[in-house]
């Protein structure tokens, strides 16, 4: 039997997005957002989701671009560090030691070492209460070549993001393979 706990913010999984940005005297940043997640398809679009009280906020608002690097387990370490520490009182790149790349098509930097990179510009922002919300329409995803299957995608086995669990404020590896999607599910169709 099920339990009620209350309206939380508890869901499962949640990403680990590292999100780059520059303030207004161009100074690179990074910082670690779980709360966010494609949103669309047509356009290719993605939210995040970030407090007012953030530095980043205030650049996104300013230089309404970002992008979101995805960090393989191997820097987990590094990824902690940019939700911990704000951009107004250090350098996070330097002191994790990762190296901001200014993107091509964007306002904004990304982290050289993580194996993706989504490059978005903010359509749409909304302010929901504590979060406001911000959508950003993917201009161009970057992949590591070692990181891409035979087919020229994104292979999650190779790249080994992780996601973050609310509940015990901590990071976790994504599993094995289940089965094949819009697949498995077709034996009950019949």
Known sequence: ?????????FLYPMPV???GTYDDNKKPNICAVAWGG???SKPPSVTICLRQATYTYGNLKARQAFTISIPPESRVKEADYAGLASGRNVDKFAVAGLTPVASEVVDAPFVKEFPMVLECKVTHIVEIGLHTLFVGE???I???EDCLTDKGIPDITKIKPFSFAMDS???YSIGPFLAPAFA???DLMK
């Not at 039997?1 to 913010?9: C, D, L, N, W």
């Open 38 to 40: 494609i949103c669309c």
């Open 138 to 140: 993917i201009q161009d």
């Open 184 to 186: 498995i599910g077709k």
């Open 142 to 144: 970057k992949v590591e």
């Open 169 to 171: 404020m901590s990071y």
């Open 17 to 19: 997005f590292i999100v």
């Open 1 to 9: 039997m099920k339990k009620s706990i209350g309206a939380k913010t």
